[in-house]
């Protein structure tokens, strides 16, 4: 939201009152507390009449300061609150008094305030000022509407781009935009999100997260280009500032405060299945879908059953269609015996048709209005209400209304919507309708991942949920929601993704070959490779199906070499998962976040890295060129082999069973043995893929077991033409396990191998004991 009219303007009916000056400061041993009028103070009768905050300053955790600031302090908290799980009460500060300058520190980061001078929040790290809240930094405003905003201004440097703040299709830099973290359903071709996070970091060594729920408007280098502001209609605002050496810092300290992502189970990264939204569906459509994946040898793991498996009009009853689906027990049992888990849509409205919809007005379930009138409107379904999740027996109705379809043999619910949340409304829990409306989905998302949690145990619970907050990383998997099916909308997709993934939220997927319209075969078969090269793979459409053979025979060929190619990677696939649970760090990644050294990395989003060591480029064009960034060294193609040097640009022509796929320099990338499916011994004949190693380097692969433990580690290093490679730890694999080194020639024997062979991606060892040793060349 924008308050001036330029720069020495406010706009009409807007009257600013911004810190001036610190009256007094409190110092304790871990905080800070300053008071500050909104004018300079030259004699007592400036002290009347004139507003005074109150700035709070501590530290909840190493590395992370927390401002608050409060106008009215009088102002009810009627919550909710996010909950931060990683922050103390204090006590991670340290504070020091110079003369009149006062300094709290937490790790690196040193909050510095000159009490003598102008006001000036001054936040510091290796000797250097990350960001500082100078002459306009701290303040209110009021409008025409006597609407009352407390607002913060941090400076931005030169050269400075700011990521994040949710799910944004908008551009990947957010520079220059004007960003408001409300709730919407508005698809993802405008600036409206699903998935709002008040968390933003830039590439100067620092994030911002804005402790406040409702809604949040920044000026984002847009109202005053060298500025971010942000603000909200309250008496307090609260922020934190997040410092890390790195971004991968950044957002672990961020994660630890907000909530790390659950470990999703490892079936759920295999193929999903749906039978689209408003296409007609039956049993019997079902196990064609299914068995036509079989006959064209297409492993798929999950079959997803989207709305219409209840009843039209009556969403949400819980209750599978009787004409449609007369048996849903022995459907989902026959599912079952296929291998397959099942995904089945809901969301937390039910229509007045429902048969729920009666018992929740007469037990209080449902949202009401300030007149104690039930809310309800037409929009989506007829007379449709919205479940109170602020009330714990309506939490616990609407839980056990999905555990029995659980127990019918459900694995994994789609909870879809839950972003159009009334503000004219009034909930159990006296919470304030404006807070309520973003964070709704937190509760709604919270209660079904718990009810997972309980009925299939620790690692088992998942979700495929398209709203979010801060917080929400707690409850994976999110997908995009609703694009259309085109090239730009595939783009768009992944640009939103990337800035998912910088706001803390770890996996993330999309609907292959788009949702609205049906794609172009081109648009199907580049969106599958891409689809298959993201955390979560999901064939979705609106109104028409996305089983590959609608779209001809090198679509099914796509879609099945890409599927089993995500199977075999397996073991790196759920390293990263597990990076992600442990550390905040996504498993698509934006540039950005692992070379920040690199300042052509800054602005990518048409590329990510996928783990640590892969570097992905979609093709968004029919005619299969792409245009990508390859960063210092030489990495290897991970399909064909080649060779490819960097720094530089590279503009290249790819046929549909290749995208640009290329292996970091010196990573080893563990293959599985299985392309069946992703569950399976990950060990089990295992190949690790060694790419142009450095001599003296030496790369510690850890390969991890479906429950997250480690069960085999191998250590690789490279000496002159020497390289060895030893299977450690107390769990080494079974032998033969496999070495193969892509790209190399001219090996010279080799110690603890079975046998040697060439083929066309290099030398492949099969090692019969716990070290390999052969001599080898690169090119």
Known sequence: MKFTDGYWMMRPGVTAN?????????????????HAPVKQVRHRGDTLNSPLLKVECWSPAEGVIGVRTTHHAGKAHRGPEFGLPGAADGGAGKTVRDGSVVELTSGELTLRVDTAGPWQLDFTAGGRTLTSAAARGTGFVTDADERHFMLAQLSLDVGELVYGLGERFTPFVKNGQTVDVWQADGGTISEQAYKNVPFYLTNRGYGVFVNHPG???????????????????????????????????????????????????????????????????DEATVNHFVQGMADREIPLSVFHFDCFWMRE?????????????????????????????????????????SVLFDEGVREGYLVKRPNGDVWQWDLWQAGMALVDFTNPAARTWYAEKLR??????????????????????????????????????????????????????????????????????????????????????MADSLRGGLSLGLSGFGFWSHDIGGFEGT????????????????????????????????????????????????????????????????????????????????????????????????????????????????????????????LVRGPGWRRETHGFDTLPLLARPGSVVPFGASEEGPEYDWTDGITLRVHTPADGGETITAVPARDGSTAAVFRVRRTGDTLTVEAQGERPPAAPWNVLLVGAHDTDGAEGAASVERTALGVLLACAAGTARVTARWS
């Open 404 to 489: 029995v379809l659980l127990r019918q043999g459900v694995d994994v619910f789609k909870t879809d919507f839950g972003e159009r949340i009334p503000l004219d409304v009034v909930w159990h829990d006296g919470s304030d309708p404006e807070r309520m409306h973003n964070y709704y989905t937190q509760l709604y998302n919270e209660v079904v991942f718990e009810l997972l949690r309980e009925e299939r145990g620790e690692g088992e619970a998942v979700l495929f949920a398209r709203s979010a907050t801060a917080g929400g990383q707690q409850f994976p998997v999110h997908w995009g929601g609703d694009c259309e099916s085109t090239f730009t909308a």
């Open 215 to 281: 809604k949040v408007s920044y000026e984002i280098g847009s109202e005053i280009v060298s500025q971010v502001q942000f603000s909200v209609e309250d008496q307090s605002l609260e922020y934190f500032v997040v410092h890390g050496s790195t971004p991968k810092e950044i957002l672990e300290r961020y994660t630890a405060l907000t909530g790390r992502p659950a470990l999703p189970p490892a079936w759920s990264f295999g193929l999903w299945l749906s039978t689209s939204f408003t296409t007609s569906y």
């Open 519 to 642: 794609p172009d075969p081109a648009v199907f078969k580049r969106w599958v490779q891409f689809g298959l090269l993201s955390s979560h793979s999901r064939l979705h459409g609106s109104k028409s199906y996305r089983v590959p053979w609608e779209f001809g025979d090198e679509a099914v060929a796509v879609t099945r070499d890409f599927t089993r190619l995500k199977n075999r990677l397996m073991p790196y696939l759920y390293r990263a998962a597990l990076q992600a649970r442990d550390h905040g760090t996504p498993m698509m990644r934006p540039m950005v976040l692992e070379f920040p050294g690199d300042p052509a990395c800054h602005h990518l989003d048409r590329q990510y890295m996928l783990g640590d060591d892969l570097l992905v480029a979609p093709v968004f064009s029919k005619d299969g060129e792409v245009e990508y960034y390859v960063p210092d060294g030489t990495w290897t193609h991970l399909l064909t082999g080649e």
């Open 18 to 34: 911004y810190a001036a000056a610190v009256a007094d400061v409190t110092v304790a041993d871990d905080r800070l507390t300053l």
């Open 313 to 353: 009009y009556q969403w949400s009853d819980f209750t599978w269609d009787p004409e449609v689906f007369p048996d849903p027990e022995g459907m989902l049992a026959r599912l079952k015996e296929r291998g397959l888990r099942v995904s089945a849509w809901i969301n937390p409205y039910i229509a007045q048709k």
